[in-house]
């Protein structure tokens, strides 16, 4: 059995996830041999914007939000990227969730750059019509930098499909005609793509089957857990169940469970639907998050926010494949643990660029004016994924680094070329 890595050094305060992006970069420009001035390039963000909300609450009375919207670089094509709206919400954090966005569409090769957007809010503990007249602000606000040729925004953390119609909305009527093209992620009503719902889960389904067949795992007999049992990482549970996998584990905002016998992720998502949490479902035991995270299985999804496994946690960490649906779960210096002791990672660029896949068809779609149907849909993005699944792998095994590094290196080479061969203006 291979020497499990150690280490003495304390956890420290979970870091600042920008620094993290810069850090992979920076090992990613080492291996590609990067030109100082490009490096410097692409670890800044071409534009970041911060705009002040006021929205009338219910109670009659007006609050000021805070939201960003960081465009990181379009050598490519068009700034992608999500919005989120969470209470933990940082400048830093929107930033480095655009940079990864940048080497996520680069990976899946897809003509997009990088941008990500949110709002510091918490709407758990907003109504529906606060939501909308703050999205409307925030989408107002946003709407000069914006455009189907411009960037193209998204769902992410607590936002969905109604919000990107308020959003086309707004711009369309600000605009003064109808702007499908301008957001993705959109109801199927309004010009949204089929299968763009499960497409993140399908996605890391589609690479974590590759990922079984690298380390010859069967997935009719395979265990695994899913940390974040929201929109992605339910559709992760789900289809993987399809493939005879088994859920052992289960976590949301409000607690952790496991189960001495597998329980049916179908089931589960019908009882989060009917009680707000995972918690309680019947047959399971509650558990820390830090235990969900250490379970003895074969497949592990983090699937939450960034900074999840730490390096205390990582040491503990049974799975052998780690599939990262959630943007940014895992810190550098959990990486190197987890790498050392010889489990493989589907990293988040790759992993959860289901979403973005999808996100360009619906594009795509809009612009053309056509429409795919949902089986369609899939097999683009089994192709899709699975050709960026064995460019990642193959550049993984050529420089003899963990597949983070080697997503970073195909990812970030592609941006570097597209930049160098653009030239500076003026």
């Known amino acids: 059995m291979a020497q499990k890595y150690e280490t003495k050094q304390m956890d420290q305060p979970k870091p600042n996830p920008f620094e993290n992006a810069l850090e992979q970069l920076r090992i990613a420009a080492e291996y590609l041999k990067l030109d100082e001035g490009i490096h410097q390039i692409l670890a800044n963000p071409k534009r970041q914007l911060t705009v002040s909300l006021p929205v009338r609450m219910d109670n009659g009375k007006t609050r000021v939000f805070t939201g960003y919207r960081v465009q990181y670089n379009d050598a490519r094509g068009p700034f992608k990227g999500g919005i989120r709206y969470h209470p933990g919400v940082t400048l830093d954090e929107v930033k480095a969730l655009s940079a990864w966005m940048t080497w996520k569409t680069s990976v899946a090769n897809i003509p997009y750059g990088g941008a990500k957007g949110g709002i510091i809010c918490d709407p758990k503990h907003m109504s529906p019509g606060e939501l909308e007249r703050m999205t409307r602000r925030f989408a107002a606000a946003i709407a000069p930098i914006i455009g189907p040729y411009k960037d193209i925004p998204a769902p992410d ?104 016998t597998p329980m049916d992720a179908d089931k589960l998502i019908a009882y989060k639907e009917k009680t707000g949490s995972v918690v309680g479902f019947p047959g399971s035991q509650p558990i820390t998050d830090k ?46 643990i987890l790498h050392a002791n010889k489990v493989f990672m589907i990293p988040d660029i790759l992993a959860n660029s289901g979403g973005v896949i999808v996100s360009y068809l619906e594009w795509v779609q809009n612009l053309e004016r056509i429409s795919w149907t949902e089986a369609e849909v899939n097999d683009m993005l089994e192709k899709k994924i699975t050709g960026a699944f064995k460019d990642v792998h193959d550049a993984s095994v050529k420089h003899g680094v963990d597949m983070r590094t080697g997503a970073m290196i195909v990812g970030v080479g592609r941006v570097a070329e597209a930049v160098k061969t653009l030239g500076t203006f003026p």
């Open 157 to 260: 953390v607590y936002t969905n499909s109604q919000t990107m119609a308020w959003i086309l909305d707004t711009y369309s009527t600000l605009e003064g005609f109808m702007a499908p093209a301008v957001i993705t992620g959109k109801p199927i009503s309004l010009g949204g793509s089929l299968g763009r719902d499960k497409a993140t889960g399908r996605g890391a389904v589609f690479c974590t089957v590759e990922a079984a067949k690298v380390n010859k795992i069967d997935l009719k007999r395979a265990t695994f857990a899913v940390q974040g049992f929201g929109n992605a990482g339910s559709n992760f549970a789900e289809i993987l169940q399809t493939y005879g996998s088994k859920l052992m584990g289960a976590s949301d905002s409000k607690g952790a469970i496991t189960s001495k």
């Open 291 to 336: 235990e969900l995270l250490q379970l003895d299985v074969d497949i592990l999804s983090p699937a939450a926010l960034e900074n999840s496994i730490l390096p205390d946690t990582a040491r503990g960490v049974k799975a052998k494949i780690i599939t990262e649906c959630a943007n940014g779960p895992t810190t550098p210096e959990a990486d190197k």
